[in-house]
Structures are given as structure tokens and as C-alpha cells.
């Protein structure tokens, strides 16, 4: 249309389900549209491809005009034109762009996340029984956790236990695993003592001689131990000897209560 202002179309977007994320560098403004939801999952490592995180594979001064950085500008403060390089790294620095009411409510479910994830890792050792997500999220805010938008659940979660335990404010324990370890008996003679050091408890073991060359034994490890366990049963000659989980967790599952 004569007169009117022109609009590519490589450059004009609708925010339709955008977010923005932000980074300054070298004095200047570089954005990248992105789908909502997907930044986080890109930071953490659960998306990773990148076609699934961007609206448009583009790097822009200003998304909401459509204003695409110049290569020039990219060089200079970047070091680089590679706008692919660009891109992640405004993704991993920049700023995501989010009303307080969004980011209120991201943050709210990441908690949520988090507290999820212990509640199904942990038990009160003294009972072995659960602690409810609820229960869990008070914990949280009795220890006065930050949400980090930036880290994934379960990383987190590894913080969360750790400061409950460090703070001592409710007792909790990684729930132990239920395993089944089996060898020819006259290995498990030979690896028994180290076998020992690394369950927390033998549920159930055949002993008795007369059972035959095969020697199988189910116990309780701490989740911690599973490697080592792993590891010790891989060294038993011609692969004779297995390790098979039975159960993540072993608990009671009575309702538990936060004394």
C-alpha cells in the first residue's frame, strides 16, 4: 500500500503465547522469543532441542517492533555472528520476561515441584513413614527456602533435604530401596563382609548350603549405596552375579504426622 508502513514478515510477530527473554550486553538489548514454559525446561536440560524453545530463530533488539539485531552489533558484543552461539547464550544469561503475576505463580509451582519430589524421596526414619507434599511445603517455608526458576526440581529437592536435615527441623531420611543380589554361593562367601557394610538390612537370604551353587539375598539399601552395590556385584566372574530393584522405596504407609 502506497504510504504505508511495511511490515516483513520474517520480523513482525504476534505474542501469542511469547515469552521474552532479555539480555544486555556491551551497552545493547538482545531479545529471542520464546514458547512459555520451554525456557526453563531449556536451562535445566529437559528440552534439548532448540526449535521447540524458540518462536522464531532470530535474535531481535526489541521483539515486540520486530527489530532484528544488526550482524554488526552481534560482533561487537558477542564476539561472534553465529547467531546460533547468540541465541543460547542469551537463553542461558538474559532475563525472562514475566509479569509478577506469572513469575508469582511459576515460582508456586516449582515449590510445588520440589516438594513433590521429597515427599516421594523421603521418609521419617524413625517410622519409615511418609511425609505428605503438604507437610513437606511447610518444612520449606519453616527453612525459609528460595525457589531457584533456573535449577530443575530435582536438583533442588537434593537442597531441601539436605537444609531440613542440616536444621534439624523435622527428622528425614531418603526412603531406602528394596533390592534383589544374586552369585554363585561361593562368591558371596568371598564378598559377604563387604556386602554387609553396604545394606542397611537383610530381609531374606539363602543360607543354607543345601540350596544349591545359586546365593540370593534381598535387602534395604540407602539409595546412596546402590552404585557401590552395583559395582562390587559387577566384579563377580562371567557376569554371574545380578542386581535387581524390587521396590525405589520401602516405607509404611500409615498416615505420618509432623510432630
Not at 525459609?144 to 529437592?157: C, E, G, L, M, T
Request: charged letters at 30%.
Amino acid at each position: 500500500m502506497a504510504g504505508g508502513k511495511i511490515f516483513q514478515p520474517s520480523t513482525k510477530i504476534r505474542l501469542t503465547n511469547v515469552s521474552i527473554v532479555r539480555l544486555r550486553k556491551g551497552g545493547k538489548r538482545f531479545e529471542v522469543a520464546c514458547y512459555k514454559n520451554k525456557v526453563t525446561e531449556w536451562r535445566t536440560g529437559v528440552e534439548k532441542d532448540i526449535d521447540e524453545v524458540l518462536q522464531i530463530h532470530q535474535i531481535y533488539v526489541n521483539v515486540s517492533k520486530g527489530q532484528v539485531a544488526k550482524t554488526e552489533e552481534l560482533r561487537k558484543c558477542f564476539n561472534t555472528d553465529d547467531v546460533n552461539e547468540v541465541i543460547k547464550e542469551v537463553l542461558m544469561k538474559g532475563e525472562q520476561q514475566v509479569s509478577d503475576k506469572e513469575r508469582h505463580h511459576q515460582l508456586d509451582n516449582m515449590l510445588r515441584d520440589i516438594a513433590t519430589v521429597v515427599a516421594e524421596k523421603c521418609v521419617n526414619p524413625a517410622t519409615q513413614q511418609p511425609y505428605t507434599v503438604t507437610m513437606i511445603e511447610k518444612v520449606m517455608a519453616d527453612i525459609h527456602y528460595s525457589v531457584n526458576p533456573n535449577r530443575s526440581a530435582k536438583q533442588q529437592a537434593l537442597d531441601v533435604i539436605k537444609q531440613i536435615q542440616e536444621q534439624k527441623i523435622v527428622p528425614i531420611s531418603r526412603a531406602q530401596m528394596r533390592i534383589r543380589i544374586s552369585m554363585p554361593r561361593k562368591d558371596a562367601k568371598r564378598l559377604r563382609d563387604k556386602m554387609l557394610e553396604l545394606v542397611a538390612k537383610i530381609e531374606d537370604e539363602e543360607r543354607d548350603e543345601g540350596g544349591g551353587e545359586e546365593y540370593e539375598q534381598v535387602c534395604l539399601i540407602d539409595p546412596g549405596q546402590y552404585r557401590a552395590v552395583t559395582e562390587l556385584v559387577s566384579g563377580v566372574p562371567k557376569g554371574a552375579g545380578a542386581v535387581e530393584i524390587l521396590s525405589l522405596r520401602d516405607i509404611n504407609d500409615e498416615d505420618s504426622t509432623l510432630n
